[in-house]
Every structure is written in C-alpha cells, then in structure tokens.
C-alpha cells in the first residue's frame, strides 16, 4: 500500500518501504507496528530531499508527541514500546511528505 493512503491503526511490518510501498498486515501480528498517527514531516523540514539521518531526526520530532501521546492514552507501558517512522525517502516532497508514527510493543 502507498505510505500515503495508510491510516490510523493500520498495522505495518517494519520500517521498509519499497517504490513507495509498505506492507500492511492485520492487527496484531508478530513483527508488526500499529500506525498510531499519520502525518508530515512539518514546516521545519528542508523542501530538499535530506540525507535518511537528518530525515530520520524530523520523524522523531514529529512522531514522538503523538507516540507517546498514544501510549499514555492507553496506559501502555512506556519501557516496552519501539517506537517506528516510516516514510518514502524516495518519493520526498517537502514538508508536507507523509509520514507515519508506528508503535510495537514487547
């Protein structure tokens, strides 16, 4: 499924994306993350496509308050979860490039 037509819990294996694509899988599943929020990398982000690393730390803005949100809103255990961003670094179109805030807990 396109990274950008995935939506609010929606389960995802990894953070792969291949030609813009990502496995979708029900819920829960081994290996699996649940998309916990989908959005953009925000208006912090370089309009040029960045190195993964420097995408990488505009994900972990943008995702971790809504991640942790999602954890305390259902009393989730704060040391378990591994927190996931998946984005198409390909297919980068700014700011407004999608993004998705994912959760697998152990």
Same mark, same amino acid.
């Given at each position: 499924?396109? +990274?950008? &037509? =995935?939506?609010? &819990? ?6 792969? =994306?291949?030609?813009?694509? +990502? &496995? ?5 599943? #081994?290996?699996?993350?649940? +998309? +916990?929020? @989908? *959005? !953009?990398?925000? *208006? $912090? ?10 995408? $990488?730390?505009?994900?972990? @803005?943008?995702? $971790? ?7 305390? %809103?259902?009393?989730?255990? %704060? ?6 961003? =998946?984005?198409?670094? &390909? %297919?980068? !179109?700014?700011? #407004? ?7 697998? @807990?152990?």
């Amino acid at each position: 499924m396109p +990274v950008g &037509d =995935v939506v609010t &819990d929606q389960c995802i294996v990894g953070p792969t =994306v291949t030609d813009g694509l +990502v &496995d979708v899988v029900d819920c829960p599943r #081994e290996g699996g993350a649940r +998309v +916990v929020a @989908v *959005t !953009t990398f925000g *208006t $912090d982000a370089p309009q040029q496509q960045p190195e993964a690393p420097i995408a $990488d730390g505009y994900a972990n @803005v943008a995702c $971790d308050p809504l991640i942790e949100e999602y954890v305390a %809103e259902n009393e989730l255990p %704060e040391a378990g979860p591994i927190y996931l961003y =998946v984005y198409a670094i &390909d %297919e980068w !179109t700014g700011p #407004e490039t999608p993004l998705l805030c994912g959760l697998r @807990v152990l």
